[in-house]
């Protein structure tokens, strides 16, 4: 969602239905999980830096 809260709970797994606790958008899970992996593939090549939740070696 656009609010871009994340929280495991906000996903039911048997159903693939993501429906968020802060905005209350739904959607299908996956397109929620590939929408914010586009996003942060955005974010990391404007600021040329990995993502906060990308843990590096």
């Known amino acids: 969602p656009c609010c871009g809260h994340v ?6 797994k048997k159903i693939h239905l993501f429906t968020c606790k802060n905005c209350g958008y739904k959607s299908n899970d996956d397109r929620i999980g590939a929408m914010n992996l586009y ?3 955005i ?7 990995v993502p906060n939740t990308v ?3």
């Not at 929280?7 to 039911?12: Q, V």
């Not at 974010?43 to 830096?49: C, E, F, R, T």
Request: aromatic content about 6%; overall charge negative; glycine content about 6%.
């Open 7 to 12: 929280e495991k709970s906000n996903r039911s």
């Open 39 to 41: 996003r942060m593939g």
């Open 43 to 49: 974010d990391y090549l404007a600021d040329s830096q």
């Open 55 to 57: 843990v590096t070696e």
